[in-house]
């Protein structure tokens, strides 16, 4: 096995331990066992992406392995331990969660990206650390090597963990998602950590049917057998389109990066687009047989310019899906998690979760989640209406240029020409209308909310996710004179910044291949970087793409603080292997960063390895 520098792991502090029936656990309790920990925020889809990758680990491995959730937030609401309970039973998490509301653990551990994982071995050693997602096959190995070192040495101890697996109150919805208006007046709910579809009469209470087993899972086939993982947006088709295509409804199946389609009439399911493997590819601009492509945590679905309309979480992006022609490819935006506007192949969006096309079809609404960002497309242009940016977010209205959002999930156009935004972090709902520029807020005091429908009454269902139900807004609610305006706190995501030297800096982003991996070139170059910076005025040079995972940047003595965003991918396949399998490992860093005379001129961040 390859040396590393021997580190000793930081103990584990922190506010509070779930997952554990109320023991704090200490790293002398784990000593034994190799030890994931997974600095993680329950916001970030890449995050989420995590959590899957971990658990046949966790399954394969429960005898030696611990996987610990270190939970480091971004956002205010994300500090509120009771959010953080809930996140854990919505998102699955069976591994022991520590709570880390001022990121003590995050620094002590030199994590600068969600998600950051850190290997610990059975002798209390950091061995590893990886930025990012894609990771599970390198763990596999890395597991692997570890076992064979520390039984030789006896020092491995295998037993059972220390999870304790929390009481689930019965509820008839748990964590719902999204909603949609049928036809007939019912309702259809994405009943998301059930993995499944429950209909409900006009009232949003009393349940209809089921569609999906209620297990997690990827079936397809008769209601009662077809099962989902976590699923989120629904889109009715056009009956002119349903009529082709074969079904009436198309579902975001997030969890298993898939679209499945709905036949209402029977609850027939089927698998419209995606394979199940989560994206891991380049962009491009063609499009794709719809089942052959790889999707990423597809969030909400909208009909819109004659297509259903995909809002890619896992990848930053928009997509598109044609269910005639059956095919599918990318929409808008690069991969580049930040806020820029522009034309829709340039764009770069963060975790867009909510779609609503207007009433007169002409633009499409995206609640913009990590950028707390209303936005909407219109004539091929993306253009922001409320929000500031990554590290901006807030409860104010006003002015749409000055108000702010936190993590909304959710939109809803109005008749009007006006939109509502579930501003979820924020417990509320917000209406921002074009012709006046204003946001107000219109309720409060909701729990995550994270979707809203217009039933053909004209009444508005809120999806209040965090309580279980959906919820009726008061009519007057939807008028100006309804709306409320809140001067609430302003925020800004405070992370240490990394003091710079103004002048000549080198950029290295570490990339050790994983175990029994070699970098891979037969598509081309086997890594890739982007870098950018916030303002733009921050770096002199060294902006753009290239090869290299080194980069010499110039700082600009002028700019007090800003942003490095760095994009950083290396491809690997396994060696010496006959029919070897190849792996992409991704991240995107938002950096803060403070301009100091005399401060390093030496920013290294971790891809995958251990940096001295």
Known sequence: MATSPRVRAPELKGRQWLNTGGRDLTLADLRGRILILDFWTFCCINCLHVLDELRPLEQKYADVLVAVGVHSPKFEHEKDPAALAAAVERYGVHHPVLDDPELDMWQQYAARAWPTLAVVDPEGYVVATMAGEGHAEGLTRLIDELIGVHEA???????????????????????????????????????SARHRLVELEPDGETPVRVIGSGQRGRADGPAEAASFAEPQGLCLLPRHVAEVAGYDLVVADTVNHLLRGVRLATGEVTTVAGTGRPWRSTVDDHAHDAVSVDLSSPWDLAWYDGKVIVAMAGIHQLWWFDPVKRTAGMYAGTTV?????????????????????????????????????LRYVEDGVLSTAVG?????????????????????????????????????????????????????????????????????????????????????????????????????????????????????????????????????????????????????????????????????????????????????????????????????????????????????????????????
Not at 159 to 178: H, I, N, Q, S
Not at 343 to 362: E, T
Request: aromatic share 4%; net charge negative; charged share 20%.
């Open 153 to 191: 040495k006896g020092t491995l101890r295998r037993g059972d963990g220390p999870y304790v697996p929390p009481a689930e109150p019965e509820t008839a919805l748990r964590f719902p998602g999204k909603a949609v208006a049928l036809p007939d007046g019912h309702l259809l709910v994405s009943d």
């Open 337 to 373: 998690e930040a806020l820029r506007d522009g034309p829709l192949p340039d764009v770069w969006l963060a975790q867009p979760s909510g779609l609503a096309a207007s009433a007169d079809g002409i633009r499409l609404w995206v609640a913009d989640s990590e950028t707390s960002a």
């Open 388 to 612: 500031q940016g990554l590290f901006d977010f807030g409860h104010v209205d006003g002015p749409a240029d000055q108000a702010l959002l936190q993590h909304p999930l959710g939109v809803c156009a109005l008749p009007d020409g006006s939109v509502l935004v579930a501003d979820t972090y924020n417990g509320a709902v917000r209406r921002f209308d074009p012709a006046t520029g204003l946001v107000g807020t219109v309720a409060g005091g909701l729990a995550e909310p994270s979707d809203l429908v217009l039933t053909a009454d004209g009444a508005v269902l809120v999806v209040e996710s965090a309580a279980h139900r959906l919820t009726q807004l008061a009519p007057g609610a939807l008028t100006a004179t309804g709306a409320d305006t809140v001067a609430g706190p302003r925020h800004r995501t405070e992370r240490r910044p990394t003091d710079l030297a103004p002048g000549e800096v080198t950029l290295e982003v570490v990339f050790t291949p994983a175990p029994g991996q070699k970098l891979d070139e037969t598509y081309g170059p086997s890594t890739r970087l982007v870098v950018s910076a916030s303002p733009p005025e921050l770096l002199l040079s060294g902006a753009g793409t290239g090869t290299d995972l080194s980069r010499p940047l110039v700082v600009n003595p002028a700019v007090a603080e800003g942003v490095l965003q760095v994009v950083a991918q290396a491809a690997t396949c396994d060696a010496d292997v006959e029919h070897a399998a190849c792996h992409l490992t991704r991240q995107d860093w938002g950096v803060p960063v403070r301009v100091v005379d005399g401060a390093p001129t030496r920013l290294p961040l971790v891809l995958r390895g251990l940096d001295p």
